[in-house]
């Protein structure tokens, strides 16, 4: 279930759910720069670097002690500057950001996938931005009857605000696997496996608005993490073993209820349609008690679960 088609709920009605907190920051872009223009820069820096020192050595053998040293100085603070400028650089992959700091404060996500430079005295941290599912484990509960349940469910989602990801919750992925389990044992407890009364919500019979209420219940759970829920579904729903023979029973027995109900619809209309046949041709004059015997032998007849015996009749009705 998407979580836009969640988000859409005739009426605007917002999802019941926890009030998370609101986020401190949001995710803005870290100004960055073409990685090739600085490294090739950097390269520079540190090739004029190196002949600097060595210049610098080459002048002070050959008589000039003062120019070499400033030669020398010259090319060291350029290797070092050099090398330190290069630490700015970042390979980004598609499907991944960086999260950067400049002594403990947010400064911006860097999105852009290749070879981007940043100040070399902010911190990267790598978050994935990439769809990635989680499934539960089976899960033992109580439906809103107090039956045990088995039930389990898998959730794709993705990291839709880095800066939410790094700074909301300590751990974003064991935050979103918690969440998801917290979210099915809501949901198992608030409906029945299955509806006694017609026309009531059931996790077995109406899994399409049951997985929409899921849906949009891990919505509101994970959005404090910076996590979008991008599908849920139920991958494991059943009755716990020290039931599920008593319910099995249960519902061949409904089963059977249900196709007697409408084979006595059926023997109920071809009857009562014989009878007006009869009275419309009107080829057998029929009073209420022959009436009678021949409803009786038509429903036995169309409702016996068995073959019928044909008995022979050397009398009359009334004999």
């Known amino acids: 279930m998407s979580v836009n088609d969640a988000a859409g709920a ?24 073409a990685g090739g223009l ?9 090739l004029i670097g190196v002949g600097a020192v060595v210049g610098g050595g080459g002048v002070s ?7 070499g040293a400033v030669l020398i100085v010259i090319g060291v603070v350029l290797l070092i500057g050099s090398v330190f400028a290069m630490a700015g650089l970042n390979m980004v992959a598609p499907g991944e950001a960086r999260v950067v700091q400049l002594f403990g404060r947010y400064t911006g996500t860097i999105r852009t996938d290749g070879l981007r430079w940043v100040n070399p005295l902010t911190s990267r ?10 499934e539960t484990a089976v899960l033992k509960v109580n439906d809103a009857y107090g ?16 800066a939410q990801a790094t700074f909301s919750v300590d751990d974003y992925i064991e ?15 608030e409906y029945p496996y299955d509806a006694h009364e017609e026309g009531g919500l059931s996790l077995r019979g109406n899994a399409e608005e049951i997985t929409e209420k899921l849906a949009a219940e891990l919505t509101l ?16 729903l059943a009755y716990a073993p020290e039931i599920a023979s008593a319910m099995l029973q249960r519902q061949q027995a ?16 071809m009857v009562e349609d014989a009878l007006t046949r009869i009275t419309e041709q009107d080829f057998v004059r029929l009073d209420e008690e022959r009436k009678a015997a021949m409803v009786s032998n038509l429903l036995i007849v169309l409702c016996g679960d068995r073959s019928p015996q044909p008995v022979l009749n050397t009398g009359s009705l009334y004999q």
């Open 175 to 189: 935050f979103v696997s918690t969440q998801t389990e917290a979210a099915v044992r809501h949901i198992a407890i």
């Open 125 to 134: 941290t790598k978050i994935s931005t990439r769809v990635r599912n989680h």
């Open 254 to 269: 409904g089963a059977v209820i249900a196709a007697r109900k409408k084979i006595v619809e059926g023997a109920c209309g």
């Open 147 to 162: 039956n045990p349940i088995e039930l389990a469910a898998v959730v794709v989602w993705q990291v839709e605000d880095t």
């Open 10 to 33: 005739p009426g605007g009605a917002q999802p019941e759910g926890p009030e998370m907190p609101k986020p401190e920051v949001r995710e803005v872009t870290a100004h960055s720069i």
């Open 38 to 46: 600085a490294l090739l820069l950097g390269l520079i820096g540190f």
């Open 221 to 236: 759970r994970v959005q404090a993490a910076g996590v979008t829920i991008i599908e849920s579904r139920f991958t494991h």
């Open 61 to 67: 053998s050959g008589g000039s002690s003062v120019g």
